[in-house]
């Protein structure tokens, strides 16, 4: 079964600067997609990122990029020029790809607190 | 694009009592996902609908929980003869092929 690992149950940041969320994952499978999703309090989980596995070059959103190592099973978040809205609850998933069921699995979560 | 739509969004019952969640996803979308997350903890899967076909459940899914998705649209979830372990927040997601899974804002069930 696949598993996804968050290390960080929280971090924080001061606004305008960097900040790398991690993620680590297990699988057996060679074809697969990684996501981060962001939860603000009270409010709905929202699609931050998505990287698919046969891809070599890391995704990019705006602020958003990952660091993918796919033989490290690794794959961090970095947020650039932080915002006060970007305080959130981060989760990273897994899904696979094959077959139609691309149910996700997802780690505990990452706080992220933005600093004023 | 009028996004995934859950009711209620909050439900407060006695344990013992039976309720039902609905969720009514992005009209194109064919796949329909369910999640529970507690406290705490990441969303963890329940059951998968393609079309009106459930497809795959969650051992999760105990013998007192049952989803449906009627002629592929809307989708139900109910959970009879509540328990206090079933106090959690009930997540749907739903997407087209292989794209990601977009969510609703979720039922909050608590059992008093």
């Known amino acids: 079964a696949q598993t996804v690992t968050q290390s960080q149950p929280e971090m924080s940041v001061q606004e305008a600067e960097t900040v790398t969320l991690s993620c680590t994952y297990d699988t057996s499978e060679s074809d697969y997609y990684l996501f981060w999703y962001k939860q603000p309090p009270s409010r709905q989980m929202i699609l931050v990122i998505r990287q698919e596995a046969y891809k070599q070059q890391n995704a990019t959103e705006n602020r958003f990029s990952v660091n993918f190592q796919k033989a490290a099973k690794s794959f961090s978040l970095k947020i650039s020029d932080s915002q006060l809205g970007d305080a959130a609850m981060y989760f990273c998933a897994y899904s696979g790809s094959g077959g139609s069921n691309y149910k996700l699995t997802f780690g505990k979560g990452t706080l992220l607190t933005v600093n004023p | 694009d009028t996004g995934v739509s859950q009711d209620p969004r909050h439900k407060i019952t006695k344990r013992g009592q039976n309720v039902t969640f609905r969720c009514d996803p992005i009209?194109?979308?064919?796949?329909l996902y369910w999640y529970r997350q507690t406290l705490g903890q990441g969303p963890e899967f329940l059951t998968y609908f393609q079309n009106e076909a459930q497809l795959e459940k969650s051992r999760l899914l105990s013998d007192r929980f049952s989803a449906e998705r009627p002629k592929g649209s809307f989708s139900t979830l109910e959970i009879q003869r509540t328990e206090q372990g079933d106090s959690a927040m009930y997540l749907c997601?739903?997407?087209?092929?292989?794209?990601?899974?977009?969510f609703g804002d979720g039922t909050r069930l608590s059992i008093l």
């Open positions: 997601a739903s997407s087209w092929g292989d794209q990601p899974q977009h």
């Open positions: 009209s194109e979308h064919n796949r």
